[in-house]
C-alpha cells in the first residue's frame, strides 16, 4: 500500500500558540487529502477536504480562521491550528488519496496537547 | 442523512474465536474501507471493498451493495487482534469523503 506520513506525532504547546502539523504522500501524488480529529475513544471526524492548489472545503462546525489548511503540493498538506486552546488537544490525523474511488491511506497521526 | 453504522459497538472473545463484525450504511457508496486502529492511533487498511469479497488470511470482507451492507470476518482470534475495527464511506451523493461508522472494540482474552 501506499505510505503517508505525519509529523509531528505528538506535540505539546502552551495556549495561545500555534502549531503546524505536516502531512506527506511519500510515493504517490494525492489530488485530495483530508484532515480529520479523533476525541478519546470516540470515532473519526472529518474537519476539512483539501485539494492542491485551491482553497480547502471545511465541515460544518469547523472554524476555518482557526484550523488553517494549506496544500501547496500534491504530495504535502499542512494543518495549523492558530491560537491553539486546550480543548484543542485532540488526536488529528491526514489522510491521502490519488484520486475518487481509489483507496485513503491514513497518516500515523498527531496528538496535540495544550497546556 | 447519510449515516454509517457498525455493530456491535463492543465484542470480547477468547483467543482462537471468531468473530463477524458488520457495517450498515444508508446510501450507495463509491468506496468502503475497513481499517483496524492500533493502541498508537495508527489506521491499518485492511480492505478496500465497495463491493464483493476479498480475503486477506484470517480476514475477510464481504460488502452486498444492494443491500448496504458490509462484513467483516475475523477467524482464529489472536490478541495482536484487538483493537478497534472502523468501517468508512464514501457515498456516491457525498463530496469524495470517507465518513466514518462508531466504530466495534474487539477485546480479544488469552
Known amino acids: 500500500g501506499a505510505v503517508v506520513s505525519q509529523h509531528p506525532s505528538w506535540v505539546i504547546c502552551k495556549s495561545g500558540t500555534s502549531v503546524k502539523i505536516e502531512c506527506r504522500s511519500l510515493?504517490?501524488?494525492?489530488?485530495?487529502m483530508f484532515w480529520y480529529r479523533q476525541f478519546p475513544k470516540q470515532s473519526l471526524m472529518l474537519m476539512a477536504t483539501?485539494?492542491?492548489?485551491?482553497?480547502?472545503?471545511?465541515e460544518q462546525g469547523v472554524e476555518k480562521d482557526k484550523f488553517l489548511i494549506n496544500h501547496a503540493s500534491l504530495t504535502l498538506s499542512t494543518l495549523t491550528v492558530t491560537s491553539a486552546h486546550p480543548e484543542d488537544s485532540s488526536f488529528y490525523i491526514c489522510?491521502?488519496?490519488?484520486?475518487?474511488?481509489?483507496?485513503?491511506?491514513f497518516g500515523q497521526g498527531t496528538r496535540l496537547t495544550v497546556v | 442523512g447519510i449515516q454509517v453504522e457498525q455493530s456491535p459497538p463492543d465484542l470480547i472473545l477468547q483467543e482462537g474465536a471468531n468473530s463477524t463484525l458488520r457495517c450498515n450504511f444508508s446510501?450507495?457508496?463509491?468506496?468502503l474501507q475497513w481499517f483496524h486502529q492500533n493502541p498508537w492511533g495508527q489506521l491499518i487498511n485492511l480492505f478496500y471493498?465497495?463491493?464483493g469479497t476479498k480475503q486477506n488470511g484470517r480476514l475477510s470482507a464481504t460488502t452486498v451493495a444492494t443491500e448496504r451492507y458490509s462484513l467483516l470476518y475475523i477467524s482464529s482470534s489472536q490478541t495482536t487482534d484487538s483493537g478497534v475495527y472502523f468501517c468508512?464511506?464514501?457515498?456516491?451523493?457525498?463530496?469524495?469523503?470517507?465518513?466514518f461508522g462508531q466504530g466495534t472494540r474487539l477485546t480479544i482474552n488469552p
Open positions: 471493498i465497495p463491493s
Open positions: 468508512a464511506v464514501d457515498f456516491i451523493q457525498g463530496a469524495q469523503k470517507l465518513v
Open positions: 510515493d504517490f501524488q494525492a489530488t485530495t
Open positions: 489522510s491521502a488519496t490519488r484520486d475518487r474511488n481509489t483507496e485513503a491511506f
Open positions: 483539501s485539494n492542491e492548489g485551491s482553497k480547502a472545503t471545511y
Open positions: 446510501d450507495s457508496v463509491n468506496n
